[in-house]
Each structure stands twice: as C-alpha cells, then as structure tokens.
C-alpha cells in the first residue's frame, strides 16, 4: 500500500487511518456495492473543479475542492488510476493545511479508495491529475473527427468512470451541485453537463455552474472544434462545424417531445436541452448528462428514424436525473422507467403505431438474447456483488422493466397510472431510491387502492424472478409483420418483397426484415438481396450492422470492405458486440476480427475495447 506522507506529524495522525479501507460487502441491498464512500459520516455536497485540458500528454491536470457535511475524522472518496499530488483541508474556505492522506490498493472493478483525514473541515482540496488512459475519458486524435483538424475530448462517467476524472463519492446515491473552470487550448470550445458562466466565448477558459444536485455519474464534459445550432427558445445542438446543420434538422422535434413529456409527467427541471453529437467512436447511442445529451453521429440517419433516442434521453431528465437509482442494483428504475417514457413521448409526437413498432422490436430482441442469459441476469434487482455495473446493461432493465410498468399502466387504465407517475416524479425529484423503496411507494400509492385491477400481478415476481411473468402486458404491432412475412417467405428465387412497396418501408421494417430471414442464407442469395436493395452500402448504421452480421456469417464476401471502414470508424458498442461476436464464432472470422482489431483499437474508447478484448478473448 502506497502511504503520502510529507511530515512527521502528518505521519502521526496518518495512523488514524488505521484500517484499510475493505470493498464493501454484500448484504443490505441500499448498500452501493461499487462505492468505497461512506457518506454517512461524510458526505461530499459540492464539487469545484479547477482543470486543465492538456491534449498533449492526454491529460486533465488541476484540482477538485469539494464541501463535506458530516461529522466523520475521515473522508473516503473513489478513485482510479489518478495521480494524487496533494490534498488540503481548510474550516473557513480560505486558508487551507495540508492534509494525511492514503491511497488504498486499487481494485480491478472499483479503483482505489482514497482515504483523507479531514477532521471535520468544511473543505477539502486535491490537487491531482488522470491518467492518459482514463476509463472515463476518450481523447481522439484529429483524425478522428469529421474536422480532422483538431482533436476532441469528452467524458462518460456512467456507471463508475466519475471517479477515472474526480475523486469523489462516486455513488448514484450521493447527490452534488458543481462548478467547473477548465482551461483548454485556443480554439477549442468547452461544454458541461451545467450552465455555462458567462466568461471569454473563443477564450481558453470556460466556466459552468450546475446548481441542481446531481449524481457523480451525470457530471460530464466535452471539448471540440464545436459550433452551435438553436432548434428552439430552449433547444439545440453542439457538434463539429461539419455535422451542426444535419444534427439539427435530424433534431429538429426535440422542443415537440419536451412539450409532450411535460404534458405527461411535470415540467421540465433543468433549463436547457441541448444535445452535443460527438465523433463516432463514441461508445454508445446515447447518455442522458444534464441539460446536455450525449449523442452518437450513428443516429443521425437523414430521416429521423432513429429519433427515439433523443425521447429516451430527454425521458431521463425525469427517470434517472430527478428519481435516480440509489445503486447499479436498482438501474432498471432508470431505465425501464425511461423506455416505458420514451414510447409515451414517440406516441403523442409520432402516434401510437410508431411506438408500438420499436417496442414490438426490442421485446423481440429481448426475448432472443433472454434466450442465451443466465437466470439471474434475468431479473430486474439484479445481483451485481462482485461484479461490474456494466455487465447489468442488457435489454431487461431497458424491456422488462418498461413492460412491467405497461402492465401496470394497463391494469389501472392511464387516467389512474399517469397521475401515479407524475406523482412519483415530483416525491423522489433530486432523490434516490432503492427498489425496495420503489415497491413500498408502489404499494401504497398504487396498488393498495387497486386491488382487484391489479390482483393478478406479482410485484415480487417481476422484481427479483428470472424469466418473464405470464401475464404480462405486450405490445402488438402488426405494422412490421409485412416485413417479417416477406423475408421468412423467401424461398430464394427472384427478389423478396416483390410487388410490396418497400419505398415506404420505415427502418424498423428494415430491420425487422434481416432479423426474418431464413437461415443461412448464404453468399448467393446475400449477392441477390444486396443488389436489389443495397444493404451494403447503407446510410443507417442500424441497418448496416445488421447486414453485415449475416455477411459475416453467410461468408459474403463483397461486403469485407464495408466490414472493415465500419469496424474501424464506428465504436458503438452496440454495434461492434454482435458483429465481432459472429466474427469470433469461426476460427478464420476470429483471425480475421483480431486483425481488424489491432488497427481499430487505439480508436475506441476504454470501455468498447475492454468489451472486444473480451469477446476475443484477448482479455489480460
Ligand atoms: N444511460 C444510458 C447509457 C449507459 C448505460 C451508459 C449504462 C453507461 C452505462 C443511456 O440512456 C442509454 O440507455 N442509451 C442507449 C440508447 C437507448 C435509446 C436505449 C444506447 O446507448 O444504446
Ligand atoms: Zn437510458
């Protein structure tokens, strides 16, 4: 264990911070298990970072001030791969000493704890800087952006990255206010999940104050060659110069959907709702940081098909940003919550059909991968002791979660169940919750007053068992079967869908058209379906991906190069799982997908290339 120690008397009062921190341990399900904070004693209410954007040595180098409430000697906060200079703690926020501090052996899944004897001061302060490879942080190249000129920056502290960038409480069930200077180079525009402060616009110092308290995981920044586009009074978009004006028509219903889910479900808390389009290797669709959505480029596919990522995002400034999971355990509270919000809004601003196809779609997509999940994957409350948060992140939260609230929803009628959310909404505003909270306030707000409606209904089945309950509610759209039929039918002479006008067909039908193909198909009739409808050269990355599965497994060759640009310019997750899933199931595909790999690698983010390495086996 590595010990700072800078005087004797320091040394002494180091051995107060007798007993290592442990990782906490399993047991009381309120516990966040990936936190080695305990903010009890201690609780971290305000965060001023003080840092420098140093693209040079990939960098973020400065200092943290954070304001404790709590009578606790020691403060606890999580780390990782952070270089600790120094930290001081002062009473009066002027005058600061310097402080004992520890930073405990670091933990594969959690990082470091780093423990500081605090002794009650109000303020604690850390001078530190990250690491070049910060789980938390992307640093592109020029290269890699649309520019090409000038590099990039951005965060993604969803689940436990926060504290790759901040040492701090990294818990979901701590929430904070902050503020931010951050110095970059000329040039270059910095953005937060905050308001920005007035300061010098084009300047090399940018100022945010983010007076809502938020969780860890919601602190966010980029930092870019990015221009601005309003889309409305209190909408619009940050992306690179190049991108600004396709992100904004693609974009262009986000003030519609905002109207549409505060009619649902409350006003609209946080003040502005811009989305910031960032590069491509961007891990995943989308991350709902405050004011400020995260965004792939891969949704932007020219006809606002794949716009309900925008609702799914903006749904979060309720599900998740305002009622927030108090532990990974309970991520369904944010997410099924949000799908099930999500389709509420795709319905008012689109209609009910539309909805219904993208949930008819991802409850078959569900059902497929339930197929091939351990049991207890299966369940909402999952058991993550020991485990990454990450490895919770499949279609359950996200599907099972939101068709356990339709059932409801379906059971009571939306006159009763729509008060009830907005209701839910407004008690756990700015607050955390457990499961297990969820389903007293659920009893007592819901079902007690319902009993014969909702009789059938077994909220611990739909919480802690595997499987999904027999009585549950599905979407049934029969828009897509069309699609589905044309494909399943093809029997490999002529072109599928002959004489069905697939010019109207919406992406979902697309999709749901290569998911209904007999299988193999084989490299002919690959050649036939790819001449009549060009798959291989698809614009929309859902679309792409899909196709270029069934090329890798039906050997169709004429698509590797398309294989090979996508691999290496795209690194969303969701894409690159299944695609080099099915290159690693065949012993020239696994040759072929390290290859590709060596090269694509350094472009993708920490946590798209830990998901490679593991798919390839290539896992330290
Ligand atoms: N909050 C998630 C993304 C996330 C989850 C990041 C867990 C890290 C850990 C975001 O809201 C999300 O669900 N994104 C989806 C999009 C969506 C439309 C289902 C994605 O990125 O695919
Ligand atoms: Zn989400």
């Not at 290592?20 to 009381?28: L, M, S």
């Not at 000038?150 to 990294?170: C, G, K, N, T, V």
């Amino acid at each position: 264990m590595r010990v700072a120690m800078r005087t004797a008397g320091l040394f002494l009062s180091l051995m107060l911070l007798s007993c290592a921190p442990v990782p906490p341990g399993p047991g009381d399900p309120s516990v966040d298990l990936h936190s080695y904070a305990n903010a009890v004693d201690a609780r971290v209410t305000h965060i001023d970072l003080d840092l420098e954007v140093d693209f040079d040595s990939r960098r973020l180098r400065g200092t943290c001030t954070l304001d404790i409430e709590g009578a606790g000697d020691s403060l606890v906060l999580d780390t990782r791969d952070l270089a600790i200079e120094r930290v001081e703690v002062s009473s009066d926020g002027e005058s600061y000493r310097e402080a004992a501090f520890e930073l405990g052996a670091a933990d594969a899944i959690l990082g470091a704890p780093l423990r500081i004897l605090r002794e009650g001061a109000a303020k604690v302060r850390i001078a530190y800087s990250t690491h070049e490879r910060a789980s938390g942080l992307q640093w592109l190249d020029p290269a890699q952006t649309a520019g090409g000129e000038l590099p990039f920056l951005y965060s993604q502290s969803q689940a436990i990255h926060a504290r790759s960038w901040i040492p701090l409480q990294d818990s979901p069930g701590v929430r904070v206010t902050y503020s931010a200077r951050i110095r970059t180079p000329t040039g270059l525009r910095a953005v937060m999940s905050a308001e920005p402060a007035d300061g010098e616009i084009g300047g090399r110092e940018h100022r945010f104050h983010m007076p809502l308290p938020i969780p860890s995981y919601l602190i966010a920044i980029g930092v870019g060659d990015l221009a601005f586009r309003a889309t409305g009074p209190r909408t619009g978009v940050y992306a690179e110069p190049s991108v600004v004006a396709a992100a904004a028509r693609e974009f262009e219903d986000t003030e519609a959907m905002m109207q549409a889910a505060e009619a649902l479900y409350g006003p609209y808390r946080w003040g502005r709702y811009d989305i910031l389009v960032l590069p491509p290797a961007f891990p995943y669709g989308g991350m709902e940081n405050p004011r400020l959505t995260f965004a792939s480029p891969t949704v932007i596919a020219g006809d606002k098909s794949l716009v309900s990522l925008v609702a799914h995002e903006l749904a979060h400034s309720w599900s998740g940003n305002l009622a927030t999971n108090a532990t990974w355990r309970d991520f369904w509270l944010n997410e099924g919550f949000t799908v099930y919000f999500e389709e509420r809004i795709q319905e008012a601003v689109y209609g009910a059909e539309r909805a219904a196809m993208d949930a008819s779609l991802e409850i078959a997509e569900l059902k497929s991968q339930m197929e091939s999940m351990d049991e207890r994957d299966q369940i909402l409350h999952v058991d993550l002791s020991g485990r990454n948060p990450e490895e919770g992140v499949t279609g359950v939260p996200y599907v099972k979660g939101a068709m356990f609230l339709r059932t409801l929803e379906k059971a009571v009628g939306r006159e009763v169940f729509d008060p009830f959310l907005r209701g839910y909404f407004e008690e756990f505003a700015f607050r955390s919750l457990t499961t297990a909270r969820f389903a007293e306030y659920l009893e007592s707000e819901l079902l007690s007053g319902h009993r014969d409606a909702t009789a059938s209904i077994s909220v611990q089945e739909w919480l802690e068992s595997p499987g999904l309950p027999a009585n549950r509610h599905e979407h049934v759209s029969e828009v897509l079967d069309v699609a589905a039929e044309a494909a399943a039918g093809w029997t490999g002479d002529g072109v599928p869908a002959e004489g069905l006008d697939t010019d109207s067909w919406t992406t979902q039908h697309w999709l749901r058209f290569l998911r209904s193909l007999p299988e193999p198909l084989g490299a002919d009739r690959m050649a036939l379906l790819d001449e009549a409808f060009g798959f291989t050269e698809a614009g929309n990355a859902e679309i792409r991906c899909e196709w270029l599965v069934l090329a890798v497994r039906d050997g169709y060759r004429p698509a590797s190069e398309a294989l090979e640009s996508f691999l290496i310019s795209v690194g969303r997750m969701k894409f690159l799982r299944p695609i080099y899933r099915q290159l690693a199931s065949s012993e020239s595909g696994l040759a072929r997908a390290r290859e590709i790999y060596s090269r694509a690698r350094t472009g993708y983010h920490p946590v798209a290339a830990q998901m490679v390495d593991q798919i390839l086996g290539e896992a330290d």
